[in-house]
């Protein structure tokens, strides 16, 4: 079964240091998507994108956030210079189309930033 | 813009008892609702969906949810739990943009 998959599972890095989180969507989906978890908060949201531009983001995906699709299949969100408040689970998603689907999930990133 | 309640943080019940995990939602366009079940340590899976259609949506592992627009709930069931059950659920809603807008997610508990 297609799944998405994130790579690595957990990143340890120091503040102020500029890290990439990689994903690899499903092959025939067109809608890429961003969220992120804070221990003990909700999931939210952070970006989607599509035809390779962002279409939607939140408050959340400042300047320090950005989004490519560097090849035909990987994915990947950079935060420039990592706060401690940016340790979280991310979690990468895909869906075929943007509304009246469902979005298939990865299985996370676990960013830690001391 | 979207809102999701789910009113219980965190459920115990005994194994092959029924369980209801509560889901409300604010919007002020149509919606789509999920819900998605976390094991622990893994990412989110997709446990059911209402896009359209009949209100009564068949997910996996013998889950259930009733899509109720004037209580604007979507409250998830299963009369028999298992112990592998145990995880932490959310319900999720998409309205008027492609974001899903997240619950807080309850915990179920399925003790023996």
């Known amino acids: 079964e297609p799944e998405v998959t994130q790579t690595p599972s957990h990143q340890v890095t120091q503040m102020g240091q500029e890290v990439i989180l990689r994903c690899v969507p499903i092959?025939?989906?067109?809608?890429f998507y961003w969220y992120r978890q804070i221990l003990g908060q909700k999931v939210e949201f952070l970006v989607s994108?599509?035809?390779?531009?962002?279409?939607?983001k939140s408050e959340i995906f400042d300047d320090q956030f950005s989004v490519e699709r560097p090849d035909g299949s990987n994915f990947t969100l950079k935060i420039r210079s990592t706060k401690l408040e940016d340790s979280a689970m991310y979690f990468c998603?895909?869906?075929?189309?943007?509304?009246?689907?469902?979005?298939?999930f990865g299985q996370g990133t676990r960013l830690t930033v001391v | 813009a979207q809102s999701v309640t789910q009113l219980d943080s965190q459920v115990p019940v005994f194994e092959e008892a029924p369980v209801e995990l509560r889901c409300n939602y604010s919007?002020?366009?149509?919606?789509?609702l999920f819900w998605y079940v976390q094991y622990p340590n893994q990412g989110l899976q997709l446990l059911l969906k209402?896009?359209?259609?009949?209100?009564l949506v068949k997910g996996i592992n013998g889950f259930e949810a009733e899509f109720n627009k004037s209580q604007t709930s979507f409250h998830l069931r299963k009369p028999s739990v298992h112990i592998s059950d145990t995880a932490e659920y959310f319900c999720?809603?998409?309205?008027?943009?492609?974001?899903?807008?997240f619950g807080k997610g309850t915990k179920l508990t399925v003790n023996p």
């Open positions: 998603a895909s869906s075929v189309w943007a509304r009246n689907t469902e979005a298939f």
């Open positions: 092959s025939n989906h067109l809608y």
């Open positions: 994108f599509y035809n390779n531009e962002i279409s939607e």
């Open positions: 919007s002020s366009v149509s919606v789509y």
């Open positions: 209402y896009l359209s259609g009949s209100t």
């Open positions: 999720a809603v998409k309205g008027g943009s492609e974001k899903l807008v």
